[in-house]
């Protein structure tokens, strides 16, 4: 096994294979990627449809001197197993060792930890200029896919390489016709046009930005790409190698759904089906579909929206097509998303924008601007909010409660529970006072009561007690209730809990009563504490006589993670809060 791979131990070594051992290379290169994905899950069809390119690239190119930034950086694993990280992909004991990005911890061959898209050109554009500045001739390679390129930051690097960098740039563009789902956007019907005409057509994005351009139509050919790579390096000007590959290249069942094979959890090679259970209960992203078809049924005005994320609200392909006119994805711009959504609000219609929490950072000042100041009422639905959600340091939904919390005339919302959430949507979608963002719960569908109304902040107690109000927001809610019966089991009172639902408004009467009649106030959220809910509570009641103590993340990148041993650091367990209430009390 791995003929050729065991003796390849950095790029060196590639250079020195001939026609045929690379060949046998790209080959043990997929051995490992499945060898890794299907126990350990990761970024599937990306990385196979680039194995042959990043192959090319190392035997052409002089990694590190040259350097090379991946846009995103979920197809990088090929070049990490060629820069001397091989076994992170071959022996299951370093697994751990390798993330699922490129980063410069792991190696110098990497230069930007980074997972988050339409970013190389930006950051690789940097790299050129320094280079130039310090009189150096290195090439400095950025790759992006086709899905990528439809993000804002990409088309802005494209339109300063190609009229303000007079020097040595090379973009790979890896058009495999697919983002996580398909493309959307009119610069992928340019894309085609330029597949069909093996690159001829007259209407071209890339020349039209002032780059110069090569197509080759096979980026899974190992020796086209090496003479095309070789062609373009050490040239004195920017140009755009646009070639064609295949997702998930070598799998079948991942080249024929290629959107669900964008990214895997360990599965069996043979059958294709996943060898992990999540259970067959309800989740919240299903709940969130089948929010939205019955809305989209008895609503004609309303409309989903997603950046390029339709997964995130449970939509596959059959619902989406079921949606028709009422579903649009914008591709990778989630700006373009949020102030759509602000038109189509203020022009009457019933918007709801749905992504991930990490990904919709970079909408920051859409909702800001174009929405809060203009007061229009959208809604945003965030998934993966949650702490133990996703784990790598480029994908933490942790800052979104301290991140978008102190926006004016934004209303965030964190619901506890199954009704709670429906409840959200339902009176959010429909009212048109404020925009409304809420935190789609990451943890076990749980249900009981809810209210229906949600324009005016007030936390709702669910159990009253003495000596220790417990208030906690969101997915930490139920980590309250363990709480409220652990206290109630070992220091012999009944603690009063409160589901604030509220993550960024101060229900202040509560608040004043609680304070007058119990000793401790504690906070729980799933976030960083700073600018959060917590301190907010804590400022309010920093004049009254009672001790107010919060639970949270810290200020922190934290990376791949262990979810329970970070809150046991942490001292977010029930045990050593009962231990701070004993010293509180």
Same mark, same amino acid.
């Given at each position: 096994?791995?003929?050729?791979?065991?003796?390849?131990?950095?790029?060196?070594?590639?250079?020195?294979?001939?026609?045929?051992?690379?060949?046998?290379?790209?080959?043990?290169?997929?051995?490992?990627?499945?060898?890794?994905?299907?126990?350990?899950?990761?970024?599937?069809?990306?990385?196979?449809?680039?194995?042959?390119?990043?192959?090319?690239?190392?035997?052409?190119?002089?990694?590190?001197?040259?350097?090379?930034?991946?846009?995103?950086?979920?197809?990088?694993?090929?070049?990490?197993?060629?820069?001397?990280?091989?076994?992170?992909?071959?022996?299951?004991?370093?697994?751990?060792?390798?993330?699922?990005?490129?980063?410069?911890?792991?190696?110098?061959?990497?230069?930007?930890?980074?997972?988050?898209?339409?970013?190389?050109?930006?950051?690789?554009?940097?790299?050129?200029?320094?280079?130039?500045?310090?009189?150096?001739?290195?090439?400095?390679?950025?790759?992006?896919?086709?899905?990528?390129?439809?993000?804002?930051?990409?088309?802005?690097?494209?339109?300063?390489?190609?009229?303000?960098?007079?020097?040595?740039?090379?973009?790979?563009?890896?058009?495999?016709?697919?983002?996580?789902?398909?493309?959307?956007?009119?610069?992928?019907?340019?894309?085609?046009?330029?597949?069909?005409?093996?690159?001829?057509?007259?209407?071209?994005?890339?020349?039209?930005?002032?780059?110069?351009?090569?197509?080759?139509?096979?980026?899974?050919?190992?020796?086209?790409?090496?003479?095309?790579?070789?062609?373009?390096?050490?040239?004195?000007?920017?140009?755009?190698?646009?070639?064609?590959?295949?997702?998930?290249?070598?799998?079948?069942?991942?080249?024929?759904?290629?959107?669900?094979?964008?990214?895997?959890?360990?599965?069996?090679?043979?059958?294709?089906?996943?060898?992990?259970?999540?259970?067959?209960?309800?989740?919240?992203?299903?709940?969130?579909?089948?929010?939205?078809?019955?809305?989209?049924?008895?609503?004609?005005?309303?409309?989903?929206?997603?950046?390029?994320?339709?997964?995130?609200?449970?939509?596959?392909?059959?619902?989406?097509?079921?949606?028709?006119?009422?579903?649009?994805?914008?591709?990778?711009?989630?700006?373009?998303?949020?102030?759509?959504?602000?038109?189509?609000?203020?022009?009457?219609?019933?918007?709801?924008?749905?992504?991930?929490?990490?990904?919709?950072?970079?909408?920051?000042?859409?909702?800001?601007?174009?929405?809060?100041?203009?007061?229009?009422?959208?809604?945003?639905?965030?998934?993966?909010?949650?702490?133990?959600?996703?784990?790598?340091?480029?994908?933490?939904?942790?800052?979104?409660?301290?991140?978008?919390?102190?926006?004016?005339?934004?209303?965030?919302?964190?619901?506890?529970?199954?009704?709670?959430?429906?409840?959200?949507?339902?009176?959010?979608?429909?009212? %048109?006072?404020?925009?409304?963002?809420?935190?789609?719960?990451?943890?076990?569908?749980?249900?009981?009561?809810?209210?229906?109304?949600?324009?005016?902040?007030?936390?709702?107690?669910?159990?009253?007690?003495?000596?220790?109000?417990?208030?906690?927001?969101?997915?930490?809610?139920?980590?309250?209730?363990?709480?409220?019966?652990?206290?109630?089991?070992?220091?012999?009172? %009944?603690?009063?809990?409160?589901?604030?639902?509220?993550?960024?408004?101060?229900?202040?009467?509560?608040?004043?009563?609680?304070?007058?009649?119990?000793?401790?106030?504690?906070?729980?959220?799933?976030?960083?504490?700073?600018?959060?809910?917590?301190?907010?509570?804590?400022?309010?009641?920093?004049?009254?006589?009672?001790?107010?103590?919060?639970?949270?993340?810290?200020?922190?990148?934290?990376?791949?993670?262990?979810?329970?041993?970070?809150?046991?650091?942490?001292?977010?367990?029930?045990?050593?809060?009962?231990?701070?209430?004993?010293?509180?009390?």
């Amino acid at each position: 096994m791995y003929e050729i791979l065991n003796k390849i131990n950095g790029p060196e070594d590639v250079k020195k294979l001939n026609n045929e051992e690379l060949e046998v290379l790209a080959s043990d290169i997929r051995d490992a990627l499945f060898n890794r994905l299907t126990k350990f899950g990761g970024h599937f069809g990306p990385n196979f449809g680039m194995v042959e390119a990043e192959i090319a690239m190392h035997y052409v190119f002089n990694s590190p001197v040259d350097k090379f930034v991946f846009d995103v950086s979920h197809q990088s694993y090929p070049h990490k197993i060629i820069t001397g990280r091989r076994l992170g992909y071959t022996d299951e004991n370093h697994f751990h060792e390798d993330s699922g990005y490129t980063n410069p911890d792991e190696s110098e061959h990497d230069f930007f930890n980074v997972g988050h898209t339409s970013t190389s050109i930006s950051l690789a554009s940097g790299l050129a200029k320094a280079r130039d500045l310090k009189g150096d001739e290195e090439n400095i390679i950025a790759v992006i896919g086709d899905g990528s390129l439809s993000g804002g930051e990409a088309l802005e690097g494209l339109d300063f390489v190609g009229s303000e960098l007079n020097s040595n740039f090379i973009i790979i563009v890896n058009d495999n016709e697919q983002a996580i789902a398909e493309n959307h956007g009119g610069l992928y019907k340019n894309l085609a046009e330029l597949r069909a005409t093996n690159g001829q057509a007259s209407n071209n994005l890339f020349k039209a930005m002032g780059l110069d351009y090569i197509y080759e139509p096979n980026g899974n050919d190992i020796q086209r790409m090496i003479k095309v790579l070789q062609s373009v390096k050490d040239i004195n000007h920017p140009v755009v190698v646009h070639t064609n590959t295949v997702k998930g290249k070598g799998y079948k069942l991942a080249e024929e759904n290629r959107e669900a094979w964008h990214w895997s959890v360990p599965f069996d090679k043979e059958t294709g089906k996943p060898t992990i259970s999540f259970g067959s209960g309800e989740d919240y992203t299903s709940l969130t579909a089948k929010y939205i078809m019955e809305k989209a049924k008895k609503d004609s005005n309303f409309v989903v929206i997603t950046p390029a994320m339709p997964g995130t609200g449970g939509l596959n392909p059959t619902l989406r097509a079921e949606l028709g006119k009422q579903y649009i994805d914008v591709g990778i711009a989630e700006e373009h998303a949020i102030a759509m959504a602000s038109g189509i609000a203020k022009n009457g219609g019933k918007p709801l924008v749905v992504t991930n929490a990490t990904f919709m950072q970079r909408a920051y000042d859409q909702i800001s601007q174009d929405v809060c100041i203009n007061n229009n009422a959208i809604t945003i639905v965030l998934n993966y909010s949650s702490f133990d959600g996703l784990t790598d340091v480029t994908h933490l939904g942790i800052f979104g409660i301290s991140a978008f919390s102190n926006i004016p005339n934004l209303i965030v919302l964190s619901p506890s529970s199954k009704e709670e959430y429906l409840n959200m949507l339902d009176w959010s979608v429909d009212q %048109k006072e404020h925009p409304v963002l809420i935190l789609m719960p990451g943890n076990e569908v749980t249900d009981r009561p809810a209210d229906k109304e949600y324009g005016t902040v007030k936390y709702k107690v669910e159990q009253s007690g003495e000596k220790v109000a417990i208030l906690a927001l969101g997915d930490f809610y139920q980590r309250g209730e363990i709480l409220a019966k652990e206290i109630e089991s070992k220091l012999g009172f %009944k603690p009063t809990l409160v589901n604030p639902r509220y993550a960024n408004g101060l229900d202040k009467d509560l608040l004043i009563k609680l304070a007058d009649s119990h000793k401790v106030i504690l906070t729980l959220e799933d976030g960083i504490l700073n600018g959060g809910f917590g301190e907010k509570v804590a400022s309010f009641l920093g004049i009254k006589d009672v001790k107010v103590k919060n639970y949270g993340l810290n200020r922190e990148f934290y990376d791949r993670y262990n979810p329970e041993e970070l809150l046991d650091e942490l001292g977010i367990t029930s045990e050593k809060i009962i231990n701070d209430i004993k010293d509180l009390v």
